[in-house]
């Protein structure tokens, strides 16, 4: 026996609230985020001297392309798969903090400190680019990941995967040696003497 609640489900799916009205609603308000941040559109004066967004350049950019991503069903696929596995990637996430937490008394607080952040961001951009990845498919309906997987282990021994392994690998070293691990500190110009 159906309930209720699971009946309104699959009435709001045939709609298309799922399809259409929720992806062009996540990417309308994502794009105009995006734009109201950048200012990429530019910047209005306002009569009392203050400067704000060109919000009806923004609002029309993104709904454009909100509409254009919803044309696309292939596009709205590749959402409806890679969000719901971004948010187990999530749920995994807080989970983890939850448990961390249980070790910890009232008094202590905790936060990820420097290396252990930015080893979470890293494995977390890992993460979803690995969903996106396995979202995406080719023409006969292999997802990327697969695809690429299946490449890598097949040409394990050729020279192009020894160069794509040799060229990840020096860019992690090059970054390594280069990167700067001290503090910025601004400093300020000495005053000029009239």
């Known amino acids: 026996m159906a309930s209720m609640f699971r009946e309104v489900i699959v009435f709001f799916g045939d709609l298309g609230i799922y399809d259409v009205v929720l992806p062009f609603l996540l990417v309308f308000t994502i794009m105009f985020a995006v734009l109201e941040k950048s200012k990429i559109l530019g910047m209005e004066h306002m009569s009392d001297g203050s400067k704000v967004t060109k919000k009806n350049l923004n609002s029309m950019v993104a709904f454009v392309v909100a509409f254009f991503v919803v044309a696309s069903s292939q596009l709205v696929g590749i959402l409806n798969e890679a969000l719901g596995n971004i948010v187990i990637v999530m749920m995994v996430s807080v989970s983890f903090l939850l448990l961390i937490?249980?070790?910890?008394?009232?008094?202590?607080?905790?936060?990820?400190?420097?290396?252990?952040?930015?080893?979470f961001m890293v494995l977390m951009f890992i993460g979803v680019l690995l969903i996106f990845l396995h979202a995406v498919k080719t023409s006969d309906g292999t997802p990327w990941l697969e695809w690429f997987w299946d490449w890598l282990v097949g040409n394990w021994d050729s020279t192009a995967a020894s160069s794509i392994i040799m060229i990840v690998v020096?860019?992690?070293?090059?970054?390594?040696?280069?990167?700067?691990?001290?503090?910025?500190?601004?400093?300020?110009?000495?005053?000029?003497?009239?």
């Open 170 to 194: 020096l860019i992690a070293i090059l970054y390594y040696i280069t990167k700067d691990n001290k503090p910025r500190v601004a400093v300020k110009a000495p005053a000029k003497k009239e």
């Open 101 to 119: 937490g249980t070790f910890y008394s009232d008094d202590e607080e905790v936060f990820l400190q420097d290396a252990w952040r930015k080893l």
